[in-house]
Nanobody
Framework: VQLVESGGGLVQAGGSLRLSCTAS????????LGWFRQAPGKEREFIADISWKGGQKHYADSVKSRFTISRDNARNMVYLQMNNLKPEDTAVYYC???????????WGQGTQVTVSS
């Protein structure tokens, strides 16, 4: 079972990025999928998750109204659209898969997002 993130990079404050995560090695269509992040010197924090049918989404207060999570079960993919990025959004972003929230069963390797001021 593998989760592979892509789409990270360097962006100026106010800009946008779209992260993608591909799940392989199993069918994740019944898993909740999500995103966490970890900034240097800080603990890993929850960002967003989405139910297996996509009907329920949850966001951290810090990203609500700026980030949008979505999924494509036919492609085993989950996305994180990040708008109006701020320097404090700089972190390594991790894709997750969960059979039952809030437990996380699988983690990706992470993709770096850097927002310059």
């Amino acid at each position: 079972v593998q989760l592979v993130e892509s789409g990270g990079g360097l962006v100026q404050a106010g800009g946008s990025l779209r992260l993608s995560c591909t799940a392989s090695g199993g069918s994740f269509s019944t898993f909740a999928l999500g995103w966490f992040r970890q900034a240097p010197g800080k603990e890993r924090e929850f960002i967003a998750d989405i139910s297996w049918k996509g009907g329920q989404k949850h966001y951290a207060d810090s990203v609500k109204s700026r980030f949008t999570i979505s999924r494509d079960n036919a492609r085993n993919m989950v996305y994180l659209q990040m708008n109006n990025l701020k320097p404090e959004d700089t972190a390594v972003y991790y894709c997750t898969a969960s059979e039952r929230l809030p437990d996380v069963d699988y983690w990706g390797q992470g993709t770096q997002v850097t927002v310059s001021s």
